[in-house]
């Protein structure tokens, strides 16, 4: 073979090496897991499937764009899903397959404290980034001091007060609050600081409870009615349990205020109660009508059929601030990313706005997010803003 | 504190509860009076039920009284494949058929999770109408399910003691050889009892699923019912269907108000572990030889 043959076959060589890598580098784009613990099955299912459909609209848009470039690399990101059923031990197990099976480092979820707490001995050990929405305050509160966890929506602690000062205005004759809770973690966390914040305005507090799963509530309010309740709070029941709770409350005769201080949603109510969903007034995270979350409503509704949970804006929120917070501290390193979304103080997250941390004094960390929140009423089946509080 | 309109609103749940558990329970016990089968996937069936009211019903907006019996017709109607590939090697085989038909439980409920997702819907009542007596609250929807309950009371006592098939079923269950033997086809009455349980599951599976919520695991709680009626009742009794569902609905009414919820479900199983220890076959169950 002559010096000229190998020179053209070696010229070849390096041009189809050249070639390839070129190519290779172009789809040099690794997969990044996301984990999402999320109740899928249960009374909770609606909070879950928000959770999980806002995650996966923020991964679809920024996958869309190309994916996300840290370091020199481009990941596309991945969400794997388990169901926890909204309760301590699935979610613990939930949290085991991600952190060790999957080897998930960011997780989205549970939402409600009894999946919260039980995922939290596997995720911070491990510290594993977790975004979460309950509101036992120990889910910050705790023996790791909430250094990787997030709570992303406001808890009991941050609305319950504002929430209370408003009906003491909106309804100044009513007297006695009865409240009918599940018995786990969100009720045993959650009710107290509820009954501490209406006794400190006046009011005399009256709670029950129920195990989950329970479907008929007849005579649990029958109960409540015994006892002369001028409001009836559903504090932080998930949508089914609280929709049946009005179904059931109206059918039995009970004719007071009904108020729900807590969980995202009005819609799986209205779906569940029907026409006796009409007065029930709501805490609600997020106002649909208004501009900068009409472009997630529209989104959502492209991608999925039926009723959209409050959750999934929530979550899609929370996905945006820490795919920036990523972008900035420009590394897979969640000790760095951690610090970075401490700093993002004032970013212009795409639906609740300024981002505003908080939550040193009751929680000894900063890791909960503050953000004005609604009160909407059903009137004619349809709900409505009736007002707009800023704690 | 409990005035005697909460009082007399406890009945009328009472009887509303009631109506709802003897309608799930009853095609419960037909299925272990005739075939002893224990019929764990009954539950499933419910849920089916539940969904196929929800199409008919709900989606295409069928007249009620057409859409409720249709629903649970295409249910039992469809069902009939799993009595020729399944449940008819578990007739007179109580504990395999325990094993076998809670997987098979399994496998509707979670063939339902990826059919319809985990989602909780909503079925519409047949109406919202609250009828006032006093200071009494009928919802309408739980009167016309105790009516129907109480048809459905009378007419399995009629069929089972009066018709052809119904002494037929009757005579297979007590020895189904001799039956046999006297020109019983046991393998068609098997089916027809089949038919009518599942119809019975997939009906009560509707009201259910209108009274309350729809999703592929509100079969669990009502196999739950059931179990604990036919166990106080006495399995395969339906006279003791109807004290069983009464004893619970008025039980978890009166308990559950007076006491909470707690103690309610304390009761309740406390009863059927007692039964079991000292009266394993029920109230009005026959004692076996």
């Known amino acids: 073979m002559s010096s000229k043959t190998l020179k053209t076959i070696a010229m070849r060589a390096l041009c189809a090496a050249a070639l390839s890598g070129a190519a290779w580098a172009a789809h040099a784009q690794e997969t990044m897991k996301i984990g999402v613990i999320a109740s899928l099955s249960g009374g909770g299912t609606a909070w879950g499937l928000g959770l999980e459909r806002g995650v996966q609209i923020a991964i679809d848009q920024l996958n869309a764009a190309g994916g996300l470039k840290l370091g020199g690399k481009t990941y596309q990101l991945k969400l794997i899903a388990y169901d926890d059923q909204y309760n301590a031990a699935q979610a613990k197990t939930a949290a085991d397959r991600l952190v060790n099976r999957d080897q998930v480092k960011i997780i989205f979820g549970p939402v409600g404290s009894p999946g919260a707490l039980g995922s939290l001995p596997v995720t911070q050990p491990a510290r594993v980034l977790q975004f979460v929405d309950g509101y036992a305050p120990q889910i910050l509160r705790n023996q790791w001091k909430g250094a990787y966890v997030f709570r992303i929506n406001n808890s009991t602690q941050e609305f319950s007060e504002p929430i209370v000062k408003w009906l003491h205005k909106f309804a100044p004759n009513a007297k006695k609050i009865g409240m009918i809770a599940p018995n786990d973690a969100t009720g045993q966390a959650g009710v107290p600081i509820l009954a501490d914040a209406y006794r400190k305005n006046g009011f005399t507090v009256w709670t029950d409870s129920y195990e989950r799963g329970t479907k008929e509530f007849t005579p649990l309010l029958l109960r409540m009615m015994a006892q002369n309740v001028d409001v009836f709070d559903l504090n932080a029941n998930a949508p089914g349990e609280a929709g049946l709770l009005i179904k059931q409350a109206r059918q039995v005769g009970y004719k007071g205020i009904i108020i729900q201080s807590g969980g995202a949603g009005i819609d799986e109510l209205i779906q569940i109660a029907g026409p006796l969903a009409n007065g029930l007034l709501k805490y609600d995270v997020i106002d649909e009508s208004l501009p900068r979350v009409k472009p997630f409503v529209a989104a959502y509704h492209q991608k999925y059929s039926g009723v959209m949970n409050g959750l999934a804006p929530v979550y899609y929120n929370a996905a945006n601030i820490l795919f920036e917070a990523m972008r900035r501290a420009g590394t897979t390193d969640n000790t760095q990313i951690r610090d970075q979304l401490e700093k993002m103080t004032g970013y212009d997250a795409p639906i609740f706005g300024k981002v505003v941390w908080t939550g040193e004094k009751d929680y000894g960390v900063n890791h909960q997010l503050l953000h004005t929140f609604v009160i909407k009423e059903v009137t004619n089946g349809k709900a409505s803003v009736k007002a707009v509080i800023t704690p | ?289």
């Open chain 2, 1 to 289: 504190m409990f005035s005697p309109a909460v009082l007399g609103q406890v009945f009328v749940d009472g009887i509303g509860l009631s109506a709802i558990y003897i309608l799930i329970a009853l095609g419960f016990t037909l299925l272990f009076g005739i075939m002893r089968v224990v019929n764990f996937a009954h539950g499933a069936f419910a849920m089916l039920g539940g969904y196929a009211l929800y199409y008919l019903y709900g989606g295409l907006g069928l007249p009620y009284l057409i859409a409720a019996p249709a629903a649970a017709l295409i249910v039992a109607t469809v069902a009939l494949v799993l009595e020729r590939v399944v449940y008819r090697f578990f007739y007179q085989r109580m504990f395999q058929s325990m094993i076998g038909l809670l997987g098979l439980d399994m496998a509707i409920m979670y063939l339902a999770v990826i059919a319809w997702n985990a989602e909780e819907r909503s079925v519409p009542p047949s109406t919202d109408a609250l009828l006032h007596m006093g200071s009494l609250v009928f919802p309408a929807q739980k009167l016309i399910i105790a009516a129907i309950a109480a048809i459905a009371l009378l007419a399995f006592y009629v069929f089972t003691h009066y018709s052809r098939y119904g002494l037929a079923m009757r005579a297979a269950a007590q020895d189904v050889d001799i039956a046999e033997a006297q020109g019983v086809n046991s393998t068609a009455i098997y089916r027809l009892a089949f038919f009518i349980a599942i119809f019975m599951a997939a009906l009560a599976g509707g009201f259910y699923a209108q009274t309350y919520a729809l999703s592929p695991f509100v079969g669990e709680p009502q196999l739950m019912i059931a179990f604990i009626v036919v166990i106080l009742g006495g399995m395969g009794s339906i006279p003791g269907v109807a004290l069983g569902g009464l004893l619970l609905g008025f039980a978890n009414s009166f308990l559950g108000t007076f006491y909470g919820s707690a103690t309610s479900i304390f009761v309740s199983f406390g009863a059927v572990i007692l039964l079991l220890i000292f009266r394993p076959w029920g109230l009005l169950g026959v004692k076996e030889a």
